[in-house]
């Protein structure tokens, strides 16, 4: 387990926009994929986004389509998470994640690697 590392939450008001970063350890590992999922308080895991390492594929889950936008950098080791129009409902901690798979951030939120997380409240 590599520990990622994000920055970027804060509280925001309903439609507000936030911007999330993760930060993996350089010439440790190269992830083929990295991205978000997030978890509410008494709420499962979900995914968010993710991207893979040429930056050419996202994937997004339903409710992020639309309003979130995630990107990675040319070195292949940042992740942002760029999001608009933000609800009550998108209140929850955020989990910066990597993994070879893709599927296993944004479906399954079992990825290999993740860290501490950052808390975004709407209200």
Not at 44 to 59: I, K, L
Not at 82 to 106: F, H, S, W
Request: some cysteine; glycine content about 10%.
């Amino acid at each position: 387990h590599v520990q990622l590392v994000e920055s970027g939450g804060g509280s925001v008001q309903p439609g507000g926009s936030l911007r999330l970063s993760c930060t993996a350890p350089p010439n440790i590992f190269s992830p083929n994929c990295m991205g978000w999922f997030r978890q509410a308080p008494g709420e499962e895991r979900e995914g968010v986004a993710a991207v893979d390492a040429a930056g050419d594929s996202q994937y997004y889950t339903n409710f992020a389509k639309g309003r979130f936008a995630i990107s990675r950098d040319k070195a292949k080791y940042t992740v942002h998470l760029v999001m608009n129009t933000l609800k009550p409902e998108d209140t929850g901690m955020y989990y910066c994640a990597a993994d070879q798979r893709c599927a296993a951030i944004v479906q399954t939120t079992t990825p290999r690697h993740w860290g501490q997380g950052t808390q975004v409240t709407v209200s």
